[in-house]
């Protein structure tokens, strides 16, 4: 498999375990002192607890959360690498009838470790969000089991 190819893997596994709620496996995809940020706000966070704590934070405000990366552009430099890829995330806010739907661009620094690429900084650039309240009697038959 082609290092474009593995990266590309790390970028499935965050969005998958993020969809998931499965915390581990997004960090997993992380070295110890990675750095995650939103950019134009206050977040960011560095080294893997502060981002674990982000994602528990973050994903507590919502009932499911679904993101969804488009194929990234990669380039590869000997054991580093960056990617660009498009994210969009939908979901549903947890104290509200409220579904949201954010999109964006991540903007990714990579290392090769003896695991295998992992991220070192994550900056996420979001393009837009918006939202909408859920429709009557049609919330419940999307709810996820």
């Known amino acids: 498999m082609s290092d ?45 607890a502060a981002i674990m704590g982000a994602f528990r934070a ?3 405000t919502t009932s499911y959360l679904v993101q969804m990366n488009a194929p990234a552009v990669i380039m590869v430099d000997g054991d580093k690498a960056t990617a660009r890829s498009t994210i969009r995330e939908v979901g549903r806010y947890s104290d509200r009838d409220e579904l949201f739907d954010c999109v964006g661009t991540y903007f990714d620094s ?17 393009h837009g969000i918006s939202s909408w309240p859920v429709l009557p009697g049609v919330a419940s038959a999307i709810e996820p089991g």
């Open 4 to 48: 474009a190819a593995k990266i590309q893997q790390i970028l499935n596994l965050y969005s998958d375990g993020a969809s998931r709620r499965d915390f581990d496996q997004v960090i997993a995809t992380f070295v110890e002192d990675s750095i995650w940020e939103v950019a134009d706000t206050p977040h960011r966070f560095v080294g893997t």
């Open 110 to 126: 990579f290392v090769r470790t003896g695991e295998g690429w992992r991220f070192t900084h994550r900056r996420f650039v979001t």
């Open 58 to 60: 973050f994903t507590a």
